[in-house]
């Protein structure tokens, strides 16, 4: 006879078929990980012999498809009494002898891990994990079990939830026969994460299917919450080419609100329980930088093996310290899906959102606010509709399939909603804090997820637009198509768009969103004047004794992120370009700025990095800088220079970057400066010596050249980049660079905007054009067009 119970220790995926899914990749793990370092808690698999003589015992085969045939398999409108009548006959039924004498002798064999070891019993399918369908929460879980009669009761448990309501509607779903699929049961001996933390990862991106990053979340406590999604979770993105030489992995993080944590209970029959998450640890991140470092490392090793992407469980034990991985599965979404084309959606109106959270997809839909607290709702969904709630969970799958989308209050990017709305294909915002209340039943709402990371839910039905664009129609071009970019959380959707690379990183927009403090105000925080601002900025840097290092950090962190999105494409980081009026504006900046009458002329872009008013707030841009180059491997980046008036004044900034660490062509470092100034043109061969490349920023060489304030109404009419005066400098500055073997790029909206300008670009030779993102799309079949043209005339000629 074969046998009903096998330690983890002696499975692999070759018994998939005896131990399901989830048991069999655990068992795997343990033989073909752990002897490469990766941790997973050891425990046995109750086998699918062990289901079938329980079927076969207790003669339950034939009363349960008897049941299953009364099922109305196209409305479903007796799901729920089927499913009912078929989870009594389970539990009715008694384990025989056999294999209740196996499960005893093997918890016993788990004593060696303390004298009553609490323990997780986890149903594991047949047909459960694998690359297509992930079967994830169908099944259920039992944690903090105790004891070998709790063990044998948590068996008979998971047995019955192979007929749960939402269990039987995903096998229609998905083409299964209901006695097709069979269950095997995980016993594992728990971390005590219920003291520590927990979490899920993805070895690709979850949203974009970027496969440069891997996404960690995690939160306090048993990790049920972070994959139920009751709470908001931590995230950190971790950077797999740093991984693997070894360098500083993690290229950002957001410190998620954490509200709950799921503990073990304190009542002999109540398991588990959540309770409120103290302040102090709401505030710090689950994980430091060694643990996602392991994590990183094991995950790299977890996806080799598998050869595929990889949704992962981890937990921290809170008594020792130590990290292990609970689970693993391939990942169903990105993995099995490739967009053929890109389907651009923006809000025509710019209204003020009722709540907002984290974005999951990348589209606008409108509709009618149901608010679902339980089943019991199902009733008011109607499909088309946006169902609102605190949380979502699997006995919710049949009727989410209505919506077109998901508003909740709870819950991070891995939470049970995200991943349905992935798997739907539908939008969905997750932990908005405030949806059920702010949200009324019946409203009409509009909601975006079309901004990058943050999803918004407005009021009434608002005007969009949608624009589809076959990505093979664009095809391959001579002159490279780069981004314009300023917001790092939209980086990943835009690497999924056809380009070459970011030509221009705005440094200033991470500065005033992400850090908001003026860096001089870091660098003399001791002697700040002890008022409100001060105050703001003690709450903002509240992590750090040394101030000037939070500047350091969230600025490599923001580039690092977009790098790496991008990775291995260039992306050219332009050096802060804000002028007087704007820092200002920075927390602590007043103190620090001079007024002037027209900024747009005055201390701006290289007069101020070897300047003492402000050479102290470079030299944090170039730590930041060297930080990502060096550490975080991120040498795609590049580095340009603004509004550099003279020769001098070039030398002289390379001398401070040299000085703070970043020399030209050491590290393969290079470096550009932006052509925005008639001398840039005029001189341009010698400019070129300095530099190993340009990028024309039209809007400023088009208002030098012509001698015109771009931000006067009075004189707009007159500024014109195709003008001749600007098209001459452009033209020299190309030809000259070029003479010298340096690339040059644009950065502007005008050859999007004009299908002439970018001929005429083309004409001259130019290396690549930047573009806003909204642009991007048109710009390239603005330079498909110019080419061919050109390609014509050549061969006319």
């Known amino acids: 006879m074969k046998n009903v119970t096998i330690p983890f220790s002696r499975l692999s995926l070759r018994d998939l078929a005896q131990v399901g899914g989830k048991n069999a990749s ?37 009363p349960l498809e008897n049941v299953l045939a009364t099922l109305d398999r196209k409305e479903l409108t007796n799901l729920a009494d089927v499913g009912r009548v078929c989870r009594e006959l389970i539990m009715k039924g008694n384990i025989p002898e056999r294999v209740e004498k196996e499960i005893r002798v093997a918890y016993n064999d788990l004593m060696e891990f303390g004298l009553n070891p609490t323990l997780a019993v986890r149903s594991s399918a047949t047909a459960e ?11 259920e879980s039992f944690l903090n079990v105790t004891g070998s009669n709790h063990v044998l009761e948590a068996v008979k448990r998971c047995y019955a939830s192979l007929f749960n309501d939402r269990a ?105 329980e959540f309770k ?106 109607k499909a088309g509709d946006i169902i609102v709630a605190d949380i979502t969970n699997p006995d919710w799958n049949a009727l989410l399939r209505k919506a077109i989308c998901i508003v909740t209050n709870k819950g991070g990017r891995t939470s049970h909603a995200s991943i349905v709305a992935r798997e739907l294909g539908i939008p969905a915002v997750v932990g908005t804090l405030t949806a059920t209340e702010k949200l009324v039943d019946g409203q009409t709402v509009t909601v975006s997820c079309a901004d990058g990371d943050q999803g918004c839910v407005y009021d009434g039905r608002l005007p969009w637009q949608e624009k589809e664009v076959p990505m093979e129609v664009l095809g391959e071009t001579a002159t490279r198509p780069m981004f314009i970019l300023a917001d790092p959380l939209k980086a990943l959707e835009y690497a999924a768009y056809p380009n070459r690379g970011v030509g221009l990183l705005r440094m200033e927009f991470m500065i005033n969103n992400t850090i908001q403090v003026h860096p001089m105000a870091l660098v003399n925080y001791t002697s700040l004047p002890e008022d409100g601002v001060k105050r703001q900025i003690d709450a903002l840097t509240r992590h750090y004794t040394d101030k000037t290092q939070f500047f350091v950090d969230r600025l490599a962190e923001s580039i690092g992120l977009v790098a790496a999105a991008f990775y291995p494409k260039d992306v050219i980081v332009r050096m802060s370009d804000f002028k007087t009026n704007e820092y200002a504006k920075l927390l602590g900046g007043a ?68 000085e703070f660490g970043l020399e030209r062509n050491v590290n393969g470092l290079q470096v550009y400066v932006m052509a925005e100034i008639p001398s840039n043109v005029l001189l341009a061969r010698k400019f070129a010596a300095l530099f190993d490349g340009f990028s024309i920023g039209s809007n400023d060489l088009t208002q030098l050249t012509l001698g015109l304030d771009r931000d006067s109404a009075i004189v ?66 603005n330079i498909v067009e110019a080419e061919k043209m050109v390609e014509a005339n050549l061969a006319a000629s």
């Not at 994990?129 to 099944?139: E, L, P, Y």
């Not at 049961?185 to 927990?198: K, N, T």
């Not at 590049?638 to 001098?648: A, G, N, Q, S, V």
Request: negative net charge; charged residues 20%.
């Open 26 to 62: 655990l068992g795997e793990m343990i033989q073909a990980l752990m002897p490469l370092g990766v941790q997973v808690p050891a425990g046995f698999a109750v086998t699918v012999e062990a289901y079938n003589e329980y079927l076969s015992f207790n003669s339950l085969s034939k």
């Open 716 to 781: 707009s009419h007159l500024f014109d980049e195709n003008d001749e005066a600007v098209k001459y400098l452009i033209k020299t500055l190309i030809e000259a660079a070029h003479a010298e073997g340096v690339s040059v790029g644009l950065c502007g909206q005008a050859p999007s905007d004009y299908p002439q300008f970018a001929r005429f670009l083309v004409e001259c030779g130019i290396d690549s054009i930047s573009f806003n993102p909204d642009a991007l799309i048109r710009g390239i079949q």
């Open 129 to 139: 994990d694998s690359a297509t369908t992930s079967f994830a929460g169908q099944h």
């Open 276 to 381: 409120d998450t103290p302040p102090a640890l709401r505030d710090q991140f689950v994980l430091n930088n060694a643990d996602l470092e392991q994590l990183g490392k094991w995950c790299l090793a977890i996806e080799n093996h598998y050869g595929m992407p990889m949704d992962i469980e981890w937990a921290k034990d809170g008594i020792t310290g130590k990290l292990f991985i609970v689970q693993a599965r391939p990942e169903t979404v990105h993995s099995q899906h490739r967009n053929v084309a890109l389907t651009e959606y923006s809000l025509e109106t710019k209204a003020t959102p009722l709540v907002v959270g984290k974005a999951v997809g990348r589209t606008i839909v409108s509709g009618r606010v149901v608010i679902v607290k339980s089943l019991a709702d199902s009733g008011k969904v």
């Open 168 to 272: 039987i509607k995903y096998r229609i779903d998905n083409g299964f026969a209901d006695m097709q699929v069979a269950l095997s049961v995980g016993v594992q001996v728990m971390v005590r994460s219920d003291v520590g933390s927990a979490g899920v990862i993805f070895t690709i991106e979850p949203e974009t299917g970027n496969e440069n990053l891997i996404y960690v979340t995690g939160a306090w406590g048993l990790g049920e919450s972070v994959v139920q999604g009751a709470v908001n979770t931590d995230e950190f993105y971790l950077f797999k080419p740093a991984l693997r030489e070894g360098k500083q992995a993690i290229v950002y993080r957001t410190l998620g609100a954490k509200q709950q944590m799921l503990v073990y209970g304190n009542a002999p029959a109540k398991k588990t």
């Open 591 to 658: 103190v620090f700025e001079p007024h002037e009458e027209n900024p747009m002329l005055g201390f701006r872009g290289a007069s101020r990095y070897y300047d003492d008013r402000y050479r102290a707030g470079f030299a944090l841009e170039c730590q930041a800088l060297k930080k990502v180059r060096e550490q975080m491997a991120l040498q795609n980046v590049k580095i340009m220079i603004p509004f550099c008036r003279t020769l001098e004044e070039a030398r002289k900034v390379l001398a401070v970057m040299r």
